[in-house]
């Protein structure tokens, strides 16, 4: 059999798919790798890495006010900014999700072209996980009020912290059967 | 019961068992979870006392796991942290923990079972990791057992979720689910024809992913390439697991396609491609772990094709992993710096594939 590109022999058989239908091509060798090579400008590492997928998300909109308009939205939870994030790619805190709801959402839109779960839910789901999330803010905030010898404030917060973990060491709800 | 890592060492564990269906394509079908602690920050922000307190709790709901018996498993808890560095590189090859967890700082443990189906992870990029796999193409299997030890862990912990985004990760690429879906397949003969770049664009096109033997980033060892769900928010566990499930028979159908292609069109270059490949491993005086990994690949699709009699796949698979830097100073018990490992792993491969003028192993 001849190549379908020059009068060489044919030693490549290659299925294409051309969006999902298979393609038969019959090559020479050098045919072949012309046309096997990537395109050009495409780059030929084939293992995207997903952290690479996040920072091309990320990457856009550089500019200084934006910058310091990120550097502003910091969570009352974590205290992590959303710049922080930007630049790790890794969030600080379940609360994240929430206050840079509207950062986040376009985000998703672009690496899950979703914005809603659809799935299995914890069994213990009800307890709640947005009061356990507080527990975060509390204990931060209990560090810094030691660290500013604060001990009032400090012991006030200790005990909403030990409420809470009170509630969570008590809730046989999520004991399953 | 403390890790043996002597004992483990001499086995091979479950993914290279080369047992399951289709499993002279199909490596193994492996399921991970990312799930967080909800009253915890995540891992970029916790505090030194916040990993030991995540890694405490955690500890805790392992051992009851056990202490319940109504998870089949065994857990083994093996404290990373305290972990010699080579024996940290031998979970890696083994895949039974990251190169992150191995890297990275700080309280951080994993628990495994006997039979290396299980590893979960703790602190590593999510507070948990739970992973299950099984030898050969057998997802439904491996997702019905790791759902039962997500609940069993979750018994006694609230895990992070909200009801618009599900389970909330420290990273925005895996909440929702949680769930990484993969599969590892041998794909020899769609690299010699070199098809495999093709068949990766399109798995990309249908949001899938492609990485090498050894995850994010590295090069594909040994024609060895694991697929892949990308998206984890918007479909269901079943649906992403049905998306990769119903892409591997389609490459097995590819990879058999380009294995007879070659028989038919070429039989003597391949035979003799897989003939000198084990030949050099036979008798090798001195070999890189590069290089083994490369020729056992086409002494692997060699038996598979019956070209190659008096060795057998699991021997094969098992050196793939054998012959890997930190499996090789276990199993020699001692450390070996770069050029004694070349000798002690063409010695190693040469006692297993009948070189010296020795029987193959039989398994």
Known sequence: MKCQKCDKQATFHITDLVD????????????????LAPPPGESSDVMPAMAGLLAQQ????????????????????????FREFRKQGRLGCPYDYTCFAEELDQLLLNIHDETHHVGKVPKGFGADAEQQTQLIRLRREMKEAVANENYEEASRLRDEIREIEKTRDESPSVESD | MPLNFEELAGGSGEWLKGSGPESDIVISSRIRLARNLAEFPFIARVTDADRAEIEKILRARIAAS???????????????????EVDRAFLVERQLISRELSESEGARAVAIDSCEQYSVMINEEDHLRIQAMHSGLDLDTVW????????????????????KLGYLTACPTNVGTGIRVSVMLHLPA?????????????????????????GEGSQAMG??????????????????????????PVLIDYERQAREFLVRESQETLHDRVSRAYGILRNAQTISSEETLHLLSSVRMGVNLGLIGDVEIPTVNKLFVHTQPAHLQKLAGMELDSSDRNIERATYLRRHLGGDGQQAEQN
């Open chain 2, 144 to 163: 019905e057992q790791i759902t039962a030890l997500d609940d069993l862990i979750e018994e006694q912990v609230t895990y992070a979720y909200n009801e």
């Open chain 1, 20 to 35: 999902g239908e298979p393609n038969e091509l019959h090559l020479c060798e050098d045919c072949a790798q012309s046309f």
């Open chain 2, 190 to 214: 769609l690299v010699i024809t070199r098809q495999i770049d093709k068949v990766f664009r399109s798995l990309q096109k249908i949001n899938l992913a492609v990485r090498g033997l050894y």
């Open chain 2, 223 to 248: 024609d060895f390439y694991q697929i892949s769900n990308q998206i984890t928010l918007g479909m269901s566990e079943q649906e992403l697991i049905k998306k990769v499930a119903d892409v591997v």
């Open chain 2, 66 to 84: 056990n202490d319940s018996k109504r998870f089949a498993s065994e857990l083994i808890y093996v404290d990373v942290s305290q972990l010699q």
């Open chain 1, 58 to 81: 990320l990457a856009v909109g550089e500019t200084a006010e934006e910058l310091a308009r990120l550097d502003k939205q910091v969570c009352p939870v974590c205290g992590i900014s």
